[in-house]
């Protein structure tokens, strides 16, 4: 249950939740999930102790066990529903959220702050994950800026390789890249998802710490592909 929650995003339930509260009730779900196995667990130590010593102090190591079991999966479990509360995510919400979340395309993911470059495949085409319009990578921001007769240097400075033929040339080559722009590929650090420049420059969160955009997802941070 806790591996389906974790894949879950805000749009999966139509909202815009606090990123930080968001991945807050993910980590209490979790941990709900695991008292309850503990709580099993204890259970049944405790009632084959029952069936075992068959007297007092079978009875008392039962209930010992379940008293103990119940104490940590209760306040899990009232951890758990407070965050539900505050985010007002009801058992329906809940379920048409999984629901939404298994007919999206599957994401890679991954379980570290840290992204490793990989080479990507020339033929797969990323997509935002918010307004799902194609994305541009620095490799093919490059290559669509060379088609155009221009470079980008290091620094990110963009130059024209010849004069353009007048003014209304130069407008045109400004307004592509200006749109290119705001195609960047943007990926979280934490979760992997990719976003489109413009969505998070007019829907993302501020970052909890760094103060930057933040991912909508899990509300970690973020960096160019």
């Given at each position: 249950?806790?591996?389906?929650?974790?894949?879950?995003?805000?749009?999966?339930?139509?909202?815009?939740?606090?990123?930080?509260?968001?991945?807050?009730?993910?980590?209490?779900?979790?941990?709900?999930?695991?008292?309850?196995?503990?709580?099993?667990?204890?259970?049944?130590?405790?009632?084959?102790?029952?069936?075992?010593?068959?007297?007092?102090?079978?009875?008392?190591?039962?209930f010992?066990?379940?008293?103990?079991?119940?104490?940590?999966?209760?306040?899990?479990?009232?951890?758990?529903?407070?965050?539900?509360?505050?985010?007002?995510?009801?058992?329906?919400?809940?379920k048409?959220?999984i629901?939404?979340?298994?007919?999206r395309?599957?994401?890679?993911?991954?379980s570290?702050?840290?992204?490793?470059?990989t080479?990507?495949?020339?033929?797969?085409?990323?997509?935002?994950?918010?307004?799902?319009?194609?994305?541009?990578?620095?490799n093919?921001?490059?290559?669509?800026?060379?088609?155009?007769?221009?470079r980008?240097?290091?620094?990110?400075?963009?130059?024209?390789?010849?004069?353009?033929?007048?003014?209304?040339?130069?407008?045109?080559?400004?307004?592509?890249?200006?749109?290119?722009?705001?195609?960047?590929?943007?990926?979280?650090?934490?979760?992997?998802?990719?976003?489109c420049?413009?969505?998070?420059?007019?829907?993302?969160?501020?970052?909890?710490?760094?103060?930057?955009?933040?991912?909508?997802?899990?509300?970690?941070?973020?960096?160019?592909?």
């Amino acid at each position: 249950m806790s591996e389906t929650i974790n894949k879950l995003t805000p749009e999966d339930f139509g909202q815009n939740f606090d990123p930080t509260l968001f991945s807050d009730w993910k980590k209490s779900v979790e941990a709900h999930e695991k008292a309850g196995l503990v709580n099993i667990v204890l259970y049944l130590i405790g009632f084959v102790a029952l069936v075992s010593l068959k007297d007092i102090v079978g009875l008392v190591l039962f209930f010992g066990f379940a008293f103990v079991g119940l104490g940590i999966s209760i306040p899990k479990r009232n951890k758990r529903k407070r965050f539900e509360r505050e985010l007002r995510i009801s058992n329906s919400d809940l379920k048409a959220a999984i629901a939404k979340s298994r007919d999206r395309p599957k994401q890679a993911t991954v379980s570290t702050d840290k992204v490793k470059e990989t080479p990507e495949p020339a033929t797969t085409a990323k997509k935002c994950q918010r307004c799902n319009k194609t994305v541009l990578t620095r490799n093919e921001f490059a290559s669509e800026l060379n088609e155009m007769g221009m470079r980008i240097d290091a620094s990110g400075n963009i130059t024209a390789d010849g004069a353009f033929k007048g003014y209304g040339a130069l407008q045109d080559a400004q307004a592509r890249v200006a749109k290119m722009e705001g195609d960047k590929a943007i990926q979280c650090k934490s979760c992997g998802n990719v976003y489109c420049v413009d969505c998070l420059a007019k829907h993302a969160p501020r970052h909890r710490t760094s103060g930057g955009k933040a991912c909508f997802s899990c509300g970690g941070s973020l960096q160019e592909i």
